[in-house]
């Protein structure tokens, strides 16, 4: 289990969860520069989705405990990784019966938990890492819409990648040397490594390589015009038979009314 040590306002001190977002993002500078006290960290108090996000995160945790039916621990302590003393996380919640931390976010109302999983999957991987857990507990709350929740599952080669790239970083921050040139490809390594980790025992998977598929996609494509004019030659020729009409002929087409009414083509 990671070590936990009382918080301190001191984020200087290594990367959080929220960092390790961020540094998949690309905003290195600024990170570098708030790391090494030349930048304050970004004033988000005035910012209304965040402090929204804050004031209901408890009412969050209370709903999920209450729909979930188990008890969520809500620590106040920084958690530190063990392995890598830098990597330290603030938890929203804790399960301790299954051992796994809770995320819990405030997003806007067309979001998809799924889509809302894998595009905070730094801060997730990086909190897994950090609490050595295998799942993690995510939530949103979608506008005003009832919270939902998935099961994230650890990922190895991210955590590995990630790593990586927060030790490249600690080596400007140690060192004083502001990051120029970004590991772009590294970043983009792990992205696409995060798009495939399994949400719910489900993942995505990218067909590209798939003959068959190909071959069926491309067909699905080619027709797919042909198939409106299809659907809509079929929907304006029912719209043409008359109330009375028990059956209508002509120009190859037949459309016959059964015992119910409905209206079906045949010969």
């Known amino acids: 289990m990671a070590t936990i040590e009382t ?91 299954e051992r796994r931390p809770v995320e819990a976010k405030h997003t806007s109302s067309d979001a998809r938990l799924r889509d809302k999983a894998v595009y905070y999957m730094p801060q997730l991987q990086h909190t897994m890492a950090v609490t050595e857990a295998d799942t993690i507990m995510f939530s949103i709350i979608a506008g005003n819409s009832e919270p939902e929740w998935c099961e994230v599952a650890r990922n190895e080669d991210y955590i590995t990648e990630l790593q990586q790239l927060i030790t490249s970083f600690w080596w400007h921050v140690e060192n004083r040397v502001p990051p120029e040139i970004l590991p772009t490809a590294k970043m983009a390594e792990v992205e696409k490594i995060g798009a495939t980790v399994p949400i719910d025992g489900l993942r995505a998977y990218d067909m590209t390589g798939d003959n068959q598929w190909a071959n069926h996609a491309a067909d699905y494509i080619g027709y797919m015009a042909a198939a409106k004019t299809f659907e809509d030659a079929k929907a304006g020729l029912k719209a043409l038979v008359p109330a009375d009409a028990s059956e209508c002929t002509g120009h190859g087409i037949t459309i016959k009314r059964d015992k119910r009414g409905s209206l079906r083509f045949g010969s």
């Open 7 to 97: 918080i301190r306002t001191n984020r200087a001190e290594g990367i959080g969860s929220s960092d390790a977002k961020r540094l998949i993002d690309g905003d290195w500078h600024r990170l570098y520069m708030e790391k090494v006290g030349e930048t304050e960290p970004e004033d988000l108090s005035g910012v209304f989705r965040v402090q929204l996000g804050i004031y209901t995160e408890t009412f969050h945790l209370d709903w999920l405990e209450r729909k979930y039916g188990r008890s969520i621990e809500r620590p106040m302590q920084r958690f530190y990784c063990s392995s890598m003393p830098i990597m330290f996380a603030h938890l929203d919640g804790w399960l301790a019966t």
